[in-house]
């Protein structure tokens, strides 16, 4: 009996030593919850609040491929649309389904202009009804004034990409392939009238059948410095499969009279006289009149397979100019953005940024690497901290060109953004202050962004995926695929009327639904669904180590054994 009273007592005072245990087990577990909840939320709340994304980090797990067939089935939507409803017009207006034409019998700008995506696409079925209205239809004696730079890129661009990708990609390749550089030779031949100022500066436009340059009806005549600057890729190539040089002369001259105004830090003033050979303004920017100017500086370097150094020592020149007085932060969220100069070096900064450059972060990591990848590139004995400087400024830009869709309702680009920036951001020489450092909060790139009414638009541009597919190529980083899927996915959403019309511009990014425009332009197929499709594509496709694209996305190979060099000299 004692024992069991022992025992009883034994295991009345075992529980009793056992509660307080209990006691603190029942009572935390409610704070255990709440802080579980607490950091849910704060996750959620993080997430949201992330503008740069978390699926890169499991991209090596996303089947590419199919995602590169999404937009191949875009382009076909696209494609099938304008052929049933508005066939051989330069411009098509899906909305209401018709065509309309930029001369009397059309010029061929959307056909054209889609002829090396339809290639690399491997639609060689869609190619059989483009290549015989080449032949049967396209006729270049016309009435009519065109514009040097936009027939250069899109026209005799496009007809030279056709003819070299038909001797590349053999599925794509028929008897009727001739007409391809045939029509070149006899566009660029219509252009060479442009080429007859005083200085050797293209006028603005040239007129078809009267063979006669014509200076632009405004900014007193004056040709914009980015397209007399971007046809030097289009007409030095046509020499080198002619044999006619005379091509390559008059595009290098325009370099040569550009070089001759010794612009400060290599930054160019947006216009200039094709009589005098003159800068006729101080305004400078890298958007639209001055962005291919630049771009051109590198591709030219690299077409010739480096022979002519001298435009890669331009491109740096510039470069260093660029970083010195252009670029600057923004106030909320320490952004790089690319500012303007209205009234030249100097003077102060305005936080304008138009879409158009967002080719730039692109650029900068090909003019860094000549288009291998970084991993490679870093073992150069060449390669240096300047480099890596260079390959930081371009991802910097490319996340402030993401931000321009991040941040509006419908996830699509406006045509133009402005900034927020302290005044002392916007003085001159930013380059030459720290600068703030970057926030990746979405909450404060939204106050940052400025979408005027005006500017809301957006027009299917290609120069932010361009760069994406530049940047992914190089950096091999999956965030820029996964930028540009969310990209397509925005167009997909609110650009896509039907299966039966295709898609559309549209006037409002922070609108939903987003008015329509009735304009599919022709670099929706030429270069925004092309850059789309290359950047979901396996990197050996289309080697940034072996072709150099135009400024219209149109393909040209890098060129070994050029007789013809440099014909002047850095004074």
């Known amino acids: 009996m004692a024992r069991r009273r022992e025992k009883a007592t034994a295991n009345r005072a075992s529980q009793h030593s056992r509660s307080p245990s209990s006691f603190r087990f029942w009572f935390g577990l409610p704070t255990l919850l709440i802080l579980a909840l607490s950091f849910v939320i704060a996750l959620v709340r993080w997430t949201n609040d992330n503008p740069i994304g978390l699926a890169h980090h499991v991209g090596s797990y996303v089947n590419w491929d199919a995602r590169r067939e999404k937009v191949k089935s875009a382009f076909v939507t696209s494609w099938d649309e304008y052929c049933a409803n508005a066939w051989g017009s330069d411009i098509y207006h899906p909305v209401s389904g018709k065509g309309s034409q930029m001369s009397p019998n059309g010029l061929g700008w959307i056909i054209i202009d889609s002829l090396d995506t339809i290639m690399l696409m491997n639609l060689t079925d869609r190619l059989v009804e483009p290549r ?42 028929s008897r009727r392939d001739p007409v391809y550089l045939a029509k070149a030779v006899e566009v660029a031949n219509r252009l ?4 007859e100022s005083g200085s050797g500066i293209p006028y603005a436009s040239v007129h078809l059948s009267k063979a006669k340059g014509l200076p632009s009806h405004a900014d007193g005549g004056s040709s914009s410095t980015a397209e007399a600057g971007t046809l030097q890729l289009e007409m030095k190539y046509l020499s080198y499969i002619t044999g006619n040089d005379t091509y390559w002369w008059k595009a290098e001259r325009v370099m040569e009279v ?35 100017y630049y771009e051109y500086l590198v591709k030219q370097y690299l077409q010739t397979s480096g022979q002519e150094p001298i435009y890669l020592e331009m491109w740096q020149e510039a470069l260093d100019g660029i970083t010195k007085h252009l670029i600057t932060t923004t106030k909320h969220s320490g952004l790089k953005f690319v500012a303007e100069l209205p009234q030249g070096i100097g003077e102060p ?19 860094a690497t000549q288009g291998h990848p970084l991993s490679k590139a870093r073992r150069w004995p060449s390669w240096n901290s300047k480099k890596d400087e260079q390959i930081q400024l371009a991802r910097d830009l490319m996340k402030t060109c993401w931000g321009m869709y991040a941040v509006t309702k419908t996830g699509l680009a406006p045509e133009i953004a402005w900034f927020h920036a302290d005044e002392e951001d916007l003085r001159p020489a930013p380059g030459d202050r720290p600068l703030k450092r970057a926030r990746n909060s ?3 790139w939204r106050k940052d962004y400025i979408v005027k009414p005006l500017d809301a638009h957006n027009l299917q541009r290609p120069e932010t995926v361009e760069s994406l597919f530049v940047m992914w190529r190089i950096t091999e980083d999956p965030l820029y695929r996964e930028w540009g899927w969310k990209i397509f996915n925005a167009f997909e959403k609110h650009t896509k009327l039907s299966e039966k019309q295709g898609y559309t511009s549209v006037n409002d990014v922070n609108a939903i639904p987003p008015p329509h425009r009735d304009n599919m332009e ?30 219209e996305a149109h393909i040209f190979p890098i060129l070994d054994n050029v007789k013809w060099r440099t014909g002047w000299h850095k004074g």
């Not at 015989?132 to 016309?142: E, G, P, V």
């Not at 060479?192 to 080429?195: C, D, G």
């Not at 900064?349 to 003019?367: E, R, Y």
Request: charged share 15%.
């Open 132 to 173: 015989k209205w080449l032949q049967r239809s396209l006729n270049y004696d016309q009435d009519q004034d065109v514009n040097t730079f936009e027939t250069t890129i899109r026209m005799l661009g496009g007809l030279l990409s056709a003819h070299y990708l038909s001797t590349k990609l053999p599925d794509v390749s």
């Open 192 to 195: 060479l009238p442009a080429y």
């Open 258 to 292: 550009l070089h001759g105004n010794h612009a400060t830090d290599g930054l160019v003033p947006i216009f200039v006289n094709p009589e005098s050979g003159k800068f006729t303004s101080r305004e400078i920017r890298l958007g639209s009149r001055g962005d291919s």
């Open 349 to 367: 900064l305005s936080p304008k940024m138009d879409h158009l450059v967002c080719f730039l972060p692109g650029l900068i990591a090909l003019g």
């Open 442 to 444: 979405l909450a404060a």
């Open 522 to 551: 022709s670099f929706w197929l030429a270069e925004t669904l092309k850059y789309l499709y290359l950047l979901f594509s396996p990197g050996d496709f289309i080697s940034l180590t072996e072709v150099v694209f135009n400024t």
